[in-house]
């Protein structure tokens, strides 16, 4: 499409992101927006057609958005947990939702996509929907909380605003880099070590699934959605493991550890990193705990996901030459 021709500009705020990236790529494929990419992180992987602007999301002073932006995407976040001191996680996500806030206010911004987290609802092994009561427990989740009410305060400010909120599980796919990553690179060393259980259940999506269910969202009559992320089959840990070993690493054995023996050996492993996976005592309990997280929204608005953990890993397998990096 010729520039002239295109229906103004999409911003995406944490486009040098694992999500970002993917979003970025989409919306340059689609073609039909100018897409400037705002982000303090230098991308690894730069998309032709888009634009990069090396910006601090937690100061926004100085930034000046197009006068023709139909939309944004806040995607900027700090996330890894644990990883980080408490008040990075608000200055981030809080801060920086007032920031981009006032920034769409200020060349009337009439979209905004919100990326928020299924930490807001804290943990537990009981089943979580969008009415479930919000009930963070960590500075991450918290902090996810309350910047979802700083845009659902901009949405109240006009009667012609869309908001957007997705509350998004385990996301994996190409460039991910995170949980299901980790997975892998235990299947491919030939030996996954269950921690004491193997019902436990991860609500988890694909990238390009997340995407698509944004996109669904986006397009459906209500000015404001809020969606949990997730596929509804939930998966548990051991469907995850045997998914990978089926399709990709048949010659992976299974065994079960004890808690505390594979929490000790974590506490060790994150000393020496031995093994270079990122092992740390929290990211192992977190294989042990439960995040039950249901998308009534998208099911009962007519959104299927058929096989989809199953397609996903295949797709994801084929990009990466079966590396899961």
């Excluded at 000015?223 to 493991?241: D, K, M, S």
């Excluded at 990122?278 to 299927?304: A, C, F, M």
Aim: aromatic fraction near 10%; charge should be neutral; proline fraction near 5%.
């Amino acid at each position: 499409m010729d520039d002239t021709a295109k229906k103004g500009t999409i911003v995406v705020f944490g486009g040098s992101g694992f999500i970002g990236t993917h979003l970025l790529r989409r919306l340059a494929d689609a073609g039909d927006h100018h897409v400037i990419s705002m982000d303090l992180k230098v991308p690894q992987t730069r998309i032709a057609g888009v634009g990069y602007r090396k910006v601090d999301v937690r100061n926004l002073d100085g930034v000046r958005l197009p006068t023709d932006t139909v939309r944004i995407y806040n995607l900027a976040a700090v996330h890894t947990t644990p990883g980080h001191a408490t008040h990075e996680y608000y200055d981030t996500n809080v801060a920086g939702a007032l920031e981009v806030i006032k920034l769409a206010e200020s060349v009337d911004v009439k979209e905004i996509i919100f990326s928020s987290s299924i930490s807001i609802y804290g943990p537990g092994e009981d089943r979580k929907t969008e009415t479930s009561i919000p009930a963070p427990t960590s500075a991450y989740g918290s902090s996810k909380f309350l910047a979802e009410k700083i845009h659902r305060n901009w949405l109240e400010g006009a009667d012609d605003r869309r908001l957007v909120i997705a509350r998004p599980a385990v996301v994996f796919g190409l460039g991910e880099g995170g949980n299901f990553t980790r997975l892998a690179s235990l299947c491919r060393k030939g030996l996954f070590p269950y921690p004491g259980r193997r019902d436990t259940i991860k609500s988890c999506i694909s990238v390009d699934d997340l995407l698509d269910a944004i996109d669904f969202a986006r397009n459906s009559a209500p000015r404001y959605v809020l969606f949990n992320g997730a596929y509804p089959q939930r998966y548990t840990i051991e469907q995850i493991v045997n998914a990978f070993i089926s399709q990709h690493f048949p010659k992976t054995q299974v065994m079960n550890v004890p808690q505390w023996i594979l929490i000790s050996a974590a506490k060790m492993l994150s000393i020496v990193d031995f093994f270079n996976l990122g092992i740390h005592p929290e990211r192992v309990l977190k294989l042990i705990r439960s995040t039950d997280v249901y998308p009534q929204w998208l099911i009962e608005n007519g959104k299927e996901f058929p096989n989809a953990l199953e397609e996903a890993l295949d797709k994801w397998g084929r990009e990466s030459n079966g590396q899961f990096n």
